[in-house]
């Protein structure tokens, strides 16, 4: 076995990095994580750390959950994986059903247009990848051809892969890639605090809307579909919709017949206080994309959920050619879906979501304290999502220069202090596993506005 020297060095000669410049990495020890229990992650030198940001949002209770482990161990003894193409089984069969029921009992304002069909994938950028090829394809099956473009948000983020990142609005990420992309329509995201109304959330949402009208009153013929990170734009800096923008997009997809794609990757599993952040506004949308807490941070798997509307109209003979080509060697993965179904049965047997209403209190309270410090400009939170935005000038709302680095370094020394977060540029990301105890939320506010305070 490897001492952590040399892991260390194995780990900067051959292994490349997710969104990290590697030169940078070079020059840091890297941290390796060994072992994981609860809401903690343990290095290879015994030392505990606070994952604050759920191992990139997808753990919801806990590292070495009993349930979760039992459940694929159980599944582990019986098969690991058999594809979905021209098979089934049973785990991918009785999560199906699952997921149906639960969406049909959460989201059901109405019944007639509940979300009834599960498609697998593997992640959340598969996810959207099959809800945008449904989309396009269903409106080829209704006859309107025209139907080949997106309405996406500013600062939205979908996902790495091309149509993902076609959808996407973060430049940063994104930019470096425009040649490669599909013809999309932007409207503006609703973030309040830096919209051009500066008048108010109820202001930011009316105008946001107005504007997506207008795009909508021109160019709906194009649009396949309107794709929106229900609540909160993660990514783009866990930017909190105003209440009744949501809802406002809901009826003008219908009003302009453009299908609603509600991406939940980030927001499922009661992350913003709900089980699904699309309850917040009682809106049914037409596709749904889950991934990440679906098997509470264990395994990659992902569903899109569509209407039998959807699904009706790609029905036709082979001949018809009206079959949706696409899937992935593991579609249907029994492991995943068994750690799936284990997830749903933890939040059915055990209140998860009325139990948050405390800590989602209690990270209010400590945001309050967070939000006076000079170098705040704006917290913005839902459920137990939260952002930091970090400024310059909190009068001018100037931002720090991206070259700073100010999110980065404020993030660093709360890892020597014992807490891992995760950086979006200027904006703190605090995303907790929704086992995490007042005790250790608590804990955590502090180091944050520690941390800020010192590096400030
Ligand atoms: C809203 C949203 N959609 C899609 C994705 C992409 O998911 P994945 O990283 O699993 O591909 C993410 C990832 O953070 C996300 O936040």
């Known amino acids: 076995m490897k001492n952590k020297r040399e892991l ?15 030169k940078d990495w070079q020059r840091e020890d890297p941290l390796i994580i060994d072992e994981g229990k609860g ?31 039992g459940a694929i161990k159980a599944q582990i003894d019986k098969i690991s994986h058999s594809t979905l193409l021209g098979l089934s089984n049973r785990p991918a069969i009785e999560l199906a059903e699952r997921l149906v029921a639960f969406f049909g009992s959460t989201l059901n304002f109405q019944p007639s247009s509940s979300l009834s069909r599960v498609f697998y994938s593997d992640n959340g950028s598969t996810a959207v990848e099959v809800a945008l090829k449904m989309a396009f394809q269903y409106w080829m099956h209704k006859g309107d051809t025209a139907k080949s473009s997106f309405l996406c948000l500013d600062n939205a983020y979908h996902g790495d892969t091309i ?22 329509f932007h409207a503006p995201s609703p973030y309040c605090y830096r919209c051009g109304s500066g008048r108010g959330r109820a202001e930011c949402s009316f105008e946001c809307l107005e504007k997506t009208e207008e795009i909508l009153r021109t160019n709906h013929r194009e649009i396949a579909a309107f794709i929106i990170e229900p609540i909160v734009q993660a990514a783009g800096g866990m930017i909190v919709s105003p209440p009744g923008y949501l809802g406002g997009i809901r009826d003008l997809c219908r009003k302009y017949g453009v299908l609603m794609i509600a991406d939940e990757v980030a927001t499922g599993f009661g992350r913003t206080g709900k089980m699904f952040a699309c309850e917040h506004e009682r809106v049914v949308p037409d596709i749904v994309c889950i991934s990440k807490g679906l098997t509470g941070g264990y395994l990659p798997l992902a569903v899109t959920m569509a209407t039998d509307e959807i699904y009706n109209a790609f029905l036709g003979e082979f001949r018809d050619l009206k079959t949706f080509f696409h899937g992935h060697s593991y579609t249907g993965n029994q492991l995943g879906c068994a750690a799936a179904l284990a997830c749903l049965d933890i939040f059915r047997d055990e209140d998860v979501i009325e139990g ?6 209690l990270l209010t309270a400590k945001l309050d304290g967070i939000a006076a410090l000079a170098h705040v400009g704006d917290v913005r939170q839902k459920g137990l999502m939260a952002g930091i935005e970090l400024v310059s000038d909190k009068q001018t709302k100037e931002p720090y220069r991206w070259e700073e680095k100010m999110g980065w370094k404020v993030t660093h020394r709360a890892r020597q202090k014992g807490l891992l977060i995760r950086p979006l540029g200027n904006i703190l990301v605090i995303m907790p596993p929704l086992i995490i105890t007042e005790k250790d939320l608590s804990w955590m506010m502090d180091v944050i506005g520690e941390s800020i305070l010192e590096v400030t």
């Open 39 to 69: 809401c903690f992650l343990k290095d290879l030198d015994g030392r505990w750390y606070l994952d604050g940001i759920s191992s990139m949002w997808v753990n919801l209770f806990g590292h070495k959950n009993a349930a979760l482990d």
């Open 356 to 361: 948050l209403a405390p800590r989602i209190a």
């Open 8 to 22: 260390q060095d194995a780990d900067k000669k051959f292994v490349w990095h997710p969104f990290t410049q590697m």
């Open 163 to 184: 149509g993902a990142v076609s959808v996407g609005g973060i430049d940063i990420f994104h930019n470096t890639f425009s040649p490669l992309l599909f013809k999309t």
